[in-house]
């Protein structure tokens, strides 16, 4: 995995929300990411718009 400035373990359950949140990303539905701070929800999209080549929207 290329390096954007940010670390993510490359593991298997990370590698299945990466693939899960990409396939909703590519059918163009929303997606909910829910988890405490500091569990890497921003940097799952940060890396996701980056690999894309899409800009990353905040709402």
Same mark, same amino acid.
């Given at each position: ?10 593991? &298997?359950?990370?590698?299945?929300? +990466?693939?899960?949140?990409?396939? #909703? ?7 909910? /990411?829910?988890?405490?701070? &500091?569990?890497?929800?921003?940097? +799952?999209?940060?890396?996701?718009? #980056? ?7 905040? /709402?």
């Amino acid at each position: 995995m290329q390096d954007y400035g940010r670390k993510f373990v490359n593991i &298997g359950s990370s590698l299945r929300i +990466l693939e899960k949140v990409a396939g #909703a990303v590519k059918y163009n539905e929303p997606v909910l /990411l829910v988890g405490e701070t &500091g569990t890497g929800k921003t940097t +799952l999209v940060q890396i996701l718009a #980056a690999r894309l080549g899409m800009p990353l929207t905040v /709402l």
